[in-house]
C-alpha cells in the first residue's frame, strides 16, 4: 500500500509539471543542444519563415527546433512533455509567458521518438504573442526548447540522460 501511494505521488507530481499552464518561474538555461549522437538547434523565425531575432508586437513567431543523429546507429529520445519538443518564452523577468503545452491533455505513457541513422527531423510551434488573452508587450524575450530528457540505445539497454543537454535556448525582441 505505502509503495501504491509513492508511485500514485510521483505520478501526479509528473503531470502537474508535465501539464503546467505556465505560470511558474523557470530559469531557461543555455546549452550546447548536443547529447550523444544527437545534436540540435533552435531557429526563431519570422511570418516569411525567415530566421529573425526582431519582431513586430502581433507578429506570430515560429519557433523551429531541428534534430540530428550523428550516427549509424538507430537512437531514441524520450520527450520530456506531451509533444516531442516543448517550447516555452520567458519574458524579461524570466517569467513563463507562453508554453506549447499548455492546453494539452498528456496521457502518462512515454511515446519513443526514433531517428535513424543520419536523420535529421525539425520540430515547430507557432505563438501569436498572446499570454493570458492578451498579446505581450514590446521587450526582450527568451525562448526555450525542450526535446527530451533521454536517449536510449538501438536495443533499449543503455540510457543516457539528456536533460539539460538538449535544451537549447535563444533570445529575441518584440518591437
Known amino acids: 500500500m505505502r509503495v501504491a501511494r509513492i508511485l500514485l505521488s510521483m505520478a501526479i507530481a509528473a503531470c502537474i509539471f508535465g501539464c503546467n499552464d505556465g505560470d511558474y518561474v523557470v530559469e531557461p538555461t543555455n546549452s550546447t543542444g548536443a547529447c550523444g549522437p544527437l545534436r540540435s538547434q533552435l531557429t526563431i523565425q519570422d511570418r516569411m519563415s525567415q530566421p529573425s531575432s526582431v519582431f513586430s508586437v502581433g507578429e506570430p513567431i515560429r519557433f523551429s527546433l531541428s534534430i540530428a543523429n550523428n550516427s549509424p546507429e538507430i537512437v531514441r529520445l524520450a520527450p520530456a512533455a506531451c509533444a516531442p519538443v516543448r517550447y516555452e518564452v520567458f519574458d524579461f523577468a524570466k517569467r513563463s ?79
Open 97 to 175: 509567458v507562453w508554453d506549447s503545452e499548455s492546453g494539452r491533455v498528456c496521457i502518462a505513457m512515454v511515446v519513443l521518438v526514433v531517428f535513424q541513422p543520419y536523420e535529421q527531423r525539425t520540430f515547430d510551434a507557432t505563438w501569436d504573442q498572446v499570454a493570458t488573452g492578451v498579446v505581450e508587450p514590446p521587450g526582450a524575450y527568451t525562448a526555450h526548447a525542450n526535446a527530451g530528457n533521454f536517449i536510449l540505445d538501438a536495443n533499449l539497454a543503455t540510457q543516457l540522460d539528456c536533460k539539460n543537454t538538449l535544451n537549447t535556448s535563444a533570445p529575441f525582441r518584440i518591437q
